[in-house]
């Protein structure tokens, strides 16, 4: 496929500002006139708060419920925030047509991206793509472009970024057990666990995520971070959780993978020990108010000002692009500094555990595509793009071979998820727009 330069795709757009494929009306200064359109109306929000479930956790609807509580968290929950600081990065706008005219087959149809976004197939609530720092393609199809949507499990990526961060500096030793750097968890089952096995879903306890057994380990640590739907007996904070945890163990550490958002917390937790901060404060301190993001970001936080970290993540897309941005060439757009190193990012692509997966039972690069998954990152693929998605349906996509960014939202449609998921199909795009052409 022919590429047009960087250069080239912004100065096409020197005059008009892209948004929704539109041009906005200019100030005196010359910028474009920001128009804001309220995302609801005040009948619907008071609606919407009363359609809650009372006998159930909030998460257990589909659809427009659902779009609706997940571009919505912060009216349901308190939250603590991720600052931002200094002036703001811009991203400029530089479309490539060729992404929503990429033809993909939905339920036996052949579609253009751009119509299958808008169809009923689909439940994406916002997609941006970057390359080489440029915006190549933005949509928001079910959501206003300001809103901040949770973006679930993609969250786990900031936890792991930042203890690879700390490592860098000498700070902490992921080989060593996670009792040296907190020692509550001595007489857990959590001891003797290296911290590397928490990074990669490796610690062989029997508490992978389980929503929907109210006894489980998993859910039981649900419960004490006020994720869960919170019964009499519930554990009253995660920290006491994790120090008393008593589980069995299917496998010795650093064996076989098996998710987790345990191991997510206990990794924030010991970010918050070293840096002597809660965590939202660290990555404040460490990635948001260095990246030049538009917005503060912010986390729910039920219980205590206790940050979800292993999901509940709030920000818009535009900024979560800017984090992805920090791993690719293409850097320098958002940060003067380079936040990600050389040697981050070599362990990220090629410093993965490829048998903790086959151990898993999941098939193996030669089948999957995928090399391996490493420090809360879901997958990192032979095309050497990294995947990290979240719980019905969001993601974020960094390829820095191909200096690309991708990230999404989106919601389940229904009970039975009829919807066709986002993931696979732009996956697929980015591979044969920019991958093709290497």
């Not at 159930?56 to 419920?65: C, F, M, R, T």
């Not at 064996?255 to 970010?271: D, P």
């Not at 990220?348 to 089948?367: E, K, Q, Y």
């Not at 390829?399 to 009970?415: I, L, R």
Request: glycine share 8%; with cysteine.
């Amino acid at each position: 496929m022919h590429r047009v330069s960087r250069e080239a795709r912004a100065l096409a757009l020197m005059g008009c500002a892209f948004v929704l494929g539109a041009c906005q009306t200019k100030t005196s200064e010359g910028l474009p006139s920001p128009v804001f359109e309220a995302a609801a109306n005040v009948a619907s929000v008071h609606a919407q708060h009363r359609r809650l479930p009372e006998d159930d956790i909030w998460w257990s609807v589909n659809g427009e419920d659902m779009s609706w509580n997940f571009r919505n968290l912060h009216q349901l929950f308190p939250t603590v925030n991720v600052y931002r600081g200094g002036r703001v990065r811009t991203l400029t706008p530089a479309p490539m047509p060729d992404i929503g005219k990429y033809v993909v087959d939905v339920a036996g149809t052949r579609i253009t991206f751009d119509e299958f976004l808008e169809s009923e197939h689909s439940t994406a609530t916002g997609v941006i793509v970057l390359h080489q720092g440029l915006v190549v393609f933005e949509r928001y199809p079910r959501m206003q472009d300001y809103e901040m949507p949770v973006f679930w499990s993609v969250a786990k990526v900031f936890v792991g970024t930042l203890v690879r961060i700390l490592e860098e500096r000498g700070e902490l030793d992921v080989s060593a057990p996670i009792e040296r750097y907190l020692p509550r968890l001595a007489g857990s089952s959590l001891a003797g666990v290296p911290v590397r096995d928490l990074l990669d879903m490796a610690s062989g306890l029997d508490c992978a995520d389980e929503y929907e057994d109210r006894t489980s380990c998993y859910y039981r640590y649900s419960m004490a971070i006020g994720d869960g739907f919170r019964t009499a007996d519930a554990p009253d904070n995660p920290y006491d959780f994790a120090a008393t945890l008593e589980t069995s163990r299917h496998a010795p550490p650093g064996e076989v993978f098996s998710y987790s958002g345990l191991n997510t917390f206990v990794l924030a937790w010991l970010v918050e020990e070293i840096t002597g901060m809660p965590f939202q404060d660290a990555l404040s301190r460490e990635l948001w108010y260095r990246m030049g993001a538009e917005a503060n970001a912010s986390y729910i936080a039920p219980r205590y000002g206790i940050a979800v970290t292993h999901g509940g993540f709030l920000a818009r897309l535009r900024d979560v692009a800017r984090f992805g941005l920090l791993f690719t060439p293409s850097y320098g757009v958002v940060s003067d500094e380079r936040l990600i190193s050389p040697e981050h990012l070599a362990l990220l692509l090629h410093g993965g555990r490829p048998r903790l997966r086959t151990n898993a039972g999941l098939p193996g690069a030669d089948m999957s595509g995928v090399r391996h998954n490493v420090y809360q990152w879901d997958a990192v693929l032979a095309n050497d793009t990294l995947f990290k998605g979240g719980w019905a349906g969001q993601g974020l996509i960094i390829n820095p071979t191909w200096d690309v960014v991708a990230a999404f939202t989106g919601y389940f449609k229904d009970d039975d998820h009829s919807e066709e998921a986002l993931a696979p199909i732009l996956l697929r795009l980015l591979d044969d727009v920019f991958g093709s052409a290497e």
